[in-house]
Nanobody, 120 residues
């Protein structure tokens, strides 16, 4: 079974920076896609950034130039560095992974979420 555990987040002032980490653990054969999503109060969950196993990267338009996604394949880690934060970045941030476990079954798992609050 594959599990995700996120860390980081917290309170930050506008213009500040926060880093999020996500550890993927369990019976892992591959981690094909690592995503960060976020969900603000009253809004739907949205994709923020994605990185594939061959390091192709996607960013949602509002975070381009401010957020950086990366991964450490050796440690099964994903990171999201968030700079120049704005109040509208306030949300619960979720790590998401898709891949195959050692028994060659596919998995699609989510972390528990971590709160990022950007306050004036």
């Amino acid at each position: 079974q594959v599990q995700l555990v996120e860390s980081g987040g917290g309170l930050v002032q506008p213009g500040g920076s926060v880093g999020l980490s996500c550890v993927v653990s369990g019976s892992i054969f591959s981690i094909d896609v690592l995503d960060w999503y976020r969900q603000a109060p009253g809004k739907e969950r949205e994709l923020v950034a994605r990185i594939t196993s061959d390091h192709r990267i996607y960013y949602e338009d509002s975070v381009k130039g401010r957020f950086t996604i990366s991964r450490d394949n050796a440690q099964n880690l994903a990171y999201l560095q968030m700079n120049s934060l704005k109040p509208e970045d306030t949300a619960v941030y979720y790590c998401h992974a898709v891949g195959y476990s050692n028994d060659r079954r596919s998995y699609d798992v989510w972390g528990q979420g971590t709160q990022v609050t950007v306050f004036e």
